[in-house]
């Protein structure tokens, strides 16, 4: 019975054929073993296993998990700002996207951010090597239907493709936070996109710091106040 369980590669063994001990063949995996004592040869042979089986086992354990921007730590969030960047600029090149449905300066819009990383990360669990064969098929439906959601969010936002403005809030009459202030609305020209990316995530990344500099503060002065 055939399986699609990868196997370790394994070596040949001579004992087994009446040659003696069991000493490993000239090419195992491009190394040649052949001149290495049997007991050595057999440790590296057991490694190679382990090895092999680790690596797998962390490799099908690497599940697209959904990421939750408002959470990250500011490594984390630099390093998935970047990659997810590079995803978007992937997919509409490769799907014609126009700016309706990905507008340039979707970074500046958490609207579309969130949609797009949630698109993404269902990409990358439905073309996992782990995924089934129909994945792919369930991926093109949902993305037509995050398309739908994409052209709401970039109408609705007023962001286009050579002009963006933030997105307007409506300001519920004592609704609002004491520290809350509506957005600057004002409308700017899309010259330097990819400068733009790169401030934008530089001033995300220093803002999560400072919020976690704050936390790790009041949790040392709550610390600190219960042992005094």
């Known amino acids: 019975m055939t399986t699609n369980n990868p196997t370790p590669p394994d070596l040949p063994d001579t004992e087994s054929q009446g040659a003696g001990p069991a000493v490993p063949g000239p090419d195992f995996d491009g190394i040649d073993l052949s001149g290495l004592p049997a007991e050595v040869a057999e440790k590296a042979k057991q490694f190679a296993k382990q090895t092999f089986a680790a690596d797998l086992a962390k490799s099908l354990t690497a599940v697209a998990r959904p990421i939750n921007w408002r959470t990250l730590p500011p490594t984390d969030l630099e390093h998935e700002l970047l990659e997810l960047n590079g995803w978007v600029d992937w997919l509409r090149h490769t799907y014609g996207l126009p700016a309706q449905v990905v507008p340039p300066m979707w970074h500046r819009h958490p609207e579309v951010l969130w949609e797009l990383s949630a698109l993404r990360q269902h990409w990358l669990f439905c073309f996992d090597p782990q995924a089934k064969g129909n994945q792919a098929l369930a991926w093109h439906h949902d993305f037509s239907v995050a398309r739908e959601r994409l052209r709401d969010w970039a109408t609705i936002s007023g962001t286009r493709l050579d ?66």
Do not use: M
Request: hydrophobic share 35%; charged share 35%; no cysteine.
């Open 163 to 228: 002009r963006d403005r933030p997105t307007r809030i409506t300001a519920w009459p004592g609704g609002e936070a004491e520290d809350w202030t509506e957005p600057d609305t004002t409308e700017r020209p899309v010259v330097k996109r990819a400068e733009d990316f790169l401030a934008f995530v530089q001033e995300q990344v220093k803002a999560r710091t400072a919020e976690q500099d704050a936390t790790i503060r009041e949790i040392v002065n709550i610390d600190w106040s219960e042992q005094s």
